[in-house]
């Protein structure tokens, strides 16, 4: 019995209503939703068998990486099986019957303050950071005060019973954040008539060169690379831990042939997975 209700739930990061609720959502409208206090309980969750897959945001266009999570991702056993990009469209939510000019102050996760900045400057009202978004509006709607507000999602206003009084209040119109899925298993199969990705996380040597030299063997077989992250491990200067992105599978001969040449020049490689690039990722690309 339990194994069935596990493999009917997705684990995310946040309260309900918070993006990553919206993005599992999309991901797997059938699946129920598992909320995690912190990143490291939505991946224990898939790890420990409570739930099947994890949508966990990884960069943002707007704020860029998801710092939290790429140094998880080392010390997890789990493997990537799938990209989804969610359009970020920010409510201003109140209690309802509540007026603009009625308030004094908005509570939000930092970030989602900060792409509101303009929007909310030009109305006069105050910011006040909380710890996520979807808690925000929770905590609106419990506080009922007409001079408090939330910056959340349409999601969070349906739950927690707020009126969206201003839509698509983010000043940058391209706010889109990037999850990828996590899961106990690696694809077994991948669909012929779609672009692979491929993310795998790699320690170059400290002797000269060896991340120029990383690069080349990437761009002499022809492998897109498109993205690249790095990051100190545990305080060591001279340590540092990648985290990448290609276009292609690791059975095709350029990308087979860029990884033999990463392991000349890498402490540690590991693959966190092979999957179908999404819809949103070809469309942007033009393919």
Do not use: W
């Not at 989804?84 to 996760?109: C, M, Q, W, Y």
């Not at 690696?186 to 795998?200: I, Y």
């Not at 990051?231 to 599978?249: P, S, V």
């Amino acid at each position: 019995m339990t194994k069935n209700i596990a493999d009917n739930l997705i684990s995310f990061q946040g309260e309900p209503g918070a993006y990553s609720n919206l993005a599992a959502r999309e991901l797997f409208p059938d699946m129920d939703v598992l909320p995690c206090r912190i990143f490291e309980d939505a991946l224990a969750a898939v790890e420990e068998g409570e739930a099947k897959y994890a949508a966990i945001p990884i960069e943002n266009s707007v704020a860029g990486r998801v710092a939290d999570i790429h140094y998880l991702i080392p010390h997890s056993s789990l493997h990537i099986i799938g990209e989804h990009f969610l359009r970020i469209n920010h409510n201003l939510l109140v209690l309802p019957g509540t007026k603009v000019e009625d308030l004094v102050a908005v509570r939000s996760h930092e970030q989602a303050l900060g792409q509101c900045r303009r929007t909310l400057d030009a109305l006069g009202i105050r910011r006040e950071v909380f710890a996520d978004t979807a808690a925000a509006a929770k905590h609106v709607a419990e506080l009922k005060d007409p001079k408090i507000g939330a910056i959340a999602s349409s999601l969070a206003g349906e739950i927690y019973g707020l009126e969206s009084i201003q839509k698509d209040i983010e000043d940058a119109s391209h706010n889109t954040t990037r999850f990828v899925v996590f899961s106990r298993e690696p694809l077994k199969e991948l669909p012929r008539d779609q672009p692979t990705m491929t993310s795998f996380i790699f320690q170059v040597k400290n002797t000269p060169a060896a991340l120029y030299k990383v690069m080349g063997g990437f761009a002499t077989n022809g492998v897109n690379m498109t993205k690249l992250e790095s990051y100190q491990l545990d305080g060591e200067i001279c340590a540092t831990q990648f985290y990448a992105d290609i276009e292609g599978h690791p059975d095709d001969i350029g990308v087979k042939h860029a990884f033999e040449e990463l392991g000349f020049f890498t402490n540690q490689f590991r693959i966190l997975g092979s999957y179908p690039q999404s819809k949103y990722r070809i469309d942007k690309r033009g393919d």
